[in-house]
C-alpha cells in the first residue's frame, strides 16, 4: 500500500468518526427529548381498572354503582346489583340465556357493557310480575303449559318471548320459533314454549 492510500485512508477513517461523533448527541438529545413525551403519554393513559360512576335504571329502579368499565351488563346485574335471575350460560352471546330486556327489546347483557346501560329502562325477570306480585302473563303461560324443566334458560326464554309478541312475531308457530331460535332449551321444550308464547300473545293484548 502506498503513502499516498495510506494517507487516503486516514483521512477518510477519521472523517467517519468525527461524523459519527457528531451524531451521538443529536441522537442522545433526540432520546432525552422523547422521554418526557413518553412518560407524559403513559401518566394521562387512563387505567382501565378504574371503577366507572355509573347511573342505571333497573326494573324501574335506579342504581348508583361503581364498576369497571370492562364489566357486561350480566356481570353487573349479577355481581353488584344481586339480580341473579338473569343466567350466566355461554358467556359468549350465543344461547340467550342471559337475555334482558333494553327499552323493552330483547338484548344479550353477557355482550353490553354495564356503562352502555345508562341512560336506558333495563328489565330483568324479577321486573316482570306486577306490584301486588301477579305474574306478567308470559310468565302464567309457561307456568300453564310447563314450558320448562331445569328452568335455567327460562328467564331469557319468557323475556325474548315478550319481545317475539311485543315485535310482532308470534302470529304463527313458524314465526315464533324462528324469533326465539337464539334461546336455546337444552331441556327441549320447544314445542311447550311455542304453545305459551300463543296463550300469552291473547293475554298481553287484552291486558
Known amino acids: 500500500m502506498t503513502n499516498d492510500e495510506k494517507g487516503t485512508l486516514n483521512r477518510r477513517g477519521f472523517l467517519g468518526v468525527s461524523a459519527g461523533g457528531a451524531a451521538l448527541p443529536l441522537v442522545a438529545g433526540a432520546v432525552a427529548a422523547s ?17 366507572v360512576n355509573v347511573t342505571l335504571t333497573i326494573n324501574g329502579r335506579k342504581h348508583r354503582l ?11 346485574l349479577r355481581d353488584h346489583v344481586g339480580l341473579t335471575g338473569t343466567k350466566k350460560g355461554c358467556d359468549h352471546g350465543q344461547c340467550g340465556a342471559c337475555t334482558v330486556l333494553i327499552n323493552g327489546t ?6 353490553t357493557f354495564g356503562v352502555m346501560a345508562e341512560g336506558v329502562e ?7 310480575a306486577g306490584p301486588n306480585g301477579d305474574l306478567h302473563p308470559m310468565q302464567q303461560a309457561f ?6 324443566q331445569c328452568g335455567y334458560c327460562t328467564p331469557g326464554q319468557i323475556l325474548s318471548a315478550i319481545g317475539c309478541v311485543n315485535e310482532g312475531h308470534a302470529e304463527t308457530a313458524a314465526g315464533i320459533r324462528d324469533y326465539m331460535s337464539g334461546n336455546l332449551c337444552r331441556c327441549a321444550a320447544y314445542p311447550n314454549i311455542v304453545a305459551a308464547v300463543k296463550q300469552a300473545k291473547s293475554d298481553m293484548r287484552g291486558a
Do not use: K, N
Open 122 to 128: 333495563v328489565t330483568t325477570v324479577e321486573g316482570l
Open 143 to 148: 307456568i300453564d303449559h310447563d314450558a320448562f
Open 106 to 111: 330483547p338484548a344479550l347483557s353477557c355482550m
Open 35 to 51: 422521554a418526557p413525551a413518553q412518560a407524559q403519554t403513559a401518566a394521562a393513559a387512563p387505567d382501565a381498572r378504574t371503577p
Open 66 to 76: 361503581a364498576i369497571d368499565g370492562r364489566t357486561s351488563l350480566l356481570d353487573t
